[in-house]
């Protein structure tokens, strides 16, 4: 058997095993383990073990139970209730108003949270009811929650882009930084169409009653209090970090801590809230954590087939593409793939086979992993809130009030994933937009 | 032999909860050992050049003592497009199939973890670094971990069995 057609069967194994539903991480463990026994004879036994101590160099992994960590306390605290009061008070007499403040939410949340699961459930629980009760059209705040939930992985910190950090082998600094710029523009392109669907189409997003609205100004003060704590928190953790005080992981569990003192300010911390908070905490980490270690021993077999090298042959040499055609070919696959998988497997199947060859690309610039780590998050963010088996679909429509149908959540996304699409090729066009910031920032870790 | 596997099943499912209980409060001591290394740095200049190392071996101990209690509650993800449209006899019987998956990583996680810990043990192996710790503590606690998500792993694949009986453990 020829190396080509070994790496096949690899990949066929996988996917047919993941299809019968066995834990994703066994399934890669499995045929890693399986394959190095096969190929390479009993000397592979330790292949699996050894890759616990890759894991272990990785010193910024541990930001990982940290910021999960970090989100639990952060939604239990009540912190986002306040802030959307906020935002709603501030923003209620604008055209669109809520679901505008809505997407400003979604920012502040994402600054302080890593994953996407986060805003989504915030969005959904807070911000959804408030907007039907107003009268906003279902389908335009539906989208609204589902494209500015995407932002959470996007605006660091982010989780997904730590995994990335490690199978690609890049300071997970520079991915933050790289994601931020991105994630704004985004956030403007989502605010702009808003505003411009609420002036077209003003029954869409009726404006809020003044006598709603209308407040001493003593009470407006209190209302902006809320904004108080995610910004003490935010500058606790990326200030100290970007000054040069902390490393990222170090700054990782100041914003862990001061979450929990956070908790303990609005009153919420209770004996209850920790059990509860630390169990999920390992249970999820844990849930990654495998998964990674699984994944690195898939990659190392992989890796020792040459695999990457075929497939670069066939692209470049034989089929004569551009580097350009690959990398749109790349994305095009992430949303056939992302409409079946999830977050984490799309990773571990994405990242042995296209970050090499992505490696070996010459498009005309450096920092090519960096900027592929962000265009890869933002098409699988796409492929999640797209139809039919988009991952975040389903979510939705658990965490969602009953009005709001399937349906209703499949017409809703097209605008916003047209925006993220929109994102993509201004990226491409101008990668500046993401290398820019991390080129230009000087920190450790 | 049904009382033999409900006992047994009781009895491994309890001990990965108590390690996992160990392993839930671990998150603290990471946090901890990280704020008081950023302190001692900027505040009183007095680097603590264990902390790193010592949060590594412990995120290390972390998962692998979390292992157990993870896959006891089922929370690992799962490719579940097609997996969540089976009855519960369906999915058990296609568990008990593919539990080889599971069994047989863990089986070449645990043995590479034992020639491992051979090793470290033969030579001594340390760390280098400036706290220079031996390697022996964490590799012995991977390799009892390991043994207990094997036998976790058995557990679930006996409750599985016993869907397939029509019974519950």
């Known amino acids: 058997m020829t190396y080509e057609m070994i790496a096949l069967a690899m990949f066929g194994a996988m996917l047919f095993l993941l299809a019968t539903g066995q834990r994703v991480f066994a399934v ?7 394959s190095a026994l096969l190929l390479y004879g009993n000397g592979a036994i330790e292949l699996p073990f050894n890759q616990v101590f890759k894991l272990f160099n990785w010193y910024a992994m541990l930001t990982l139970p940290m910021f999960i960590y970090m989100g639990y306390i952060l939604s239990e605290a009540g912190i986002a209730e306040d802030l959307y009061r906020m935002l709603h008070v501030w923003f209620g007499r604008v055209r669109g108003g809520l679901a ?10 994402s600054a302080m949270n890593g994953l996407s699961v986060a805003g989504m459930a ?27 939930s995407s932002l959470g992985i996007l605006i660091p910190p982010s989780v997904v882009l730590v995994l990335y950090g490690m199978i690609a082998r890049q300071p997970v600094s520079k991915l933050w930084f790289a994601g931020l710029v991105p994630g704004l523009i985004m956030a403007a392109l989502f605010v702009i169409y ?5 002036r077209m189409n003003p029954s869409l997003a009726p404006v809020v009653p003044d006598e709603d609205l209308n407040m001493p100004l003593s009470e407006k003060l209190a209302l902006a209090r809320a904004g108080i704590i995610p910004f003490v928190i935010f500058f606790l953790m990326t200030g100290l970090f970007v000054f040069g005080f902390t490393s990222l992981v170090e700054s990782s569990a100041v914003g862990a801590f001061s979450a929990t003192l956070a908790a303990v300010v609005k009153g919420r911390f209770t004996w ?46 034989q089929w004569n593409l551009s580097p350009w055609t690959v990398i749109i070919m790349m994305q095009l696959s992430f949303l056939v793939m992302g409409t079946f998988l999830d977050d984490t497997a799309m990773l571990v199947i994405v990242a042995p086979l296209y970050i090499p060859l992505v490696k070996t690309l010459d498009l005309g610039f450096d920092g090519q992993l960096i900027w592929f780590g962000i265009l890869y998050t933002i098409t699988c963010q796409i492929a999640y809130i797209t139809p039919p088996f988009g991952y975040n679909l389903f979510l939705m429509r658990s965490l969602a009030p009953k009005e709001i149908t ?9 605008p916003f994933a047209a925006i993220m699409v929109l994102t993509i090729v201004l990226l491409m066009f101008f990668p500046q937009l993401a290398l820019w910031l991390p080129e230009h920032m000087n920190v450790k870790g | 032999m049904q009382r033999l596997m409900a006992g047994y099943v009781r009895f491994v499912d309890r001990i990965s909860d108590l390690v996992g209980y160990l392993a839930a409060s671990l998150i603290f001591v990471m946090a901890a050992t990280l704020i008081l290394d950023a302190f001692t740095r900027n505040v009183i200049k007095m680097p603590v050049h264990w902390a790193i190392e010592f949060t590594q071996f412990t995120l290390a101990a972390y998962y692998f003592m ?26 058990a019987i296609v568990e008990v199939v593919t539990s080889v998956c599971l069994l047989f990583f863990l089986v070449t996680l645990l043995m590479g973890g034992i020639s491992s810990l051979e090793y470290a043990i033969a030579t001594g192996e340390r760390r280098f670094s400036v706290w220079n710790p031996s390697v022996i503590p964490i590799k012995s606690l991977m390799v009892a971990c390991t043994v207990l998500m094997l036998l976790q792993g058995v557990s679930i694949l006996f409750k599985n069995i016993a869907v397939l009986r029509g019974k519950t453990l």
Not at chain 1, 291 to 310: N, S, Y
């Open chain 1, 100 to 109: 505008i403040g809505t997407i400003f939410l979604m920012v502040i949340i």
């Open chain 2, 66 to 91: 979390g292992g157990s209690i993870t896959l006891k509650n089922n929370d690992h993800v799962r490719m579940d497009l097609i997996y969540s449209h089976l009855t519960d006899r369906g999915r």
């Open chain 1, 28 to 34: 890669i463990g499995f045929v890693a383990a399986a």
């Open chain 1, 122 to 148: 915030i969005g959904a629980t807070i911000a959804l009811p408030e907007m039907l009760r107003r009268g906003y059209d279902k389908v335009l705040i539906s989208g609204v929650v589902q494209g500015g």
């Open chain 1, 194 to 198: 808003i505003a411009v669907r609420a």
């Open chain 1, 272 to 317: 209850r809230l920790v059990r509860e908070t630390s169990m999920k905490t390992l249970s999820i980490s844990c849930m990654f954590l495998w998964l990674i270690l699984a994944a690195l021993a898939f990659g190392a077999v992989f890796d020792g087939l040459g695999a990457v090298k075929a497939i670069e042959n066939l692209f470049i040499t």
């Open chain 1, 406 to 414: 399937l349906i209703d959540i499949y017409r809703s996304i097209w």
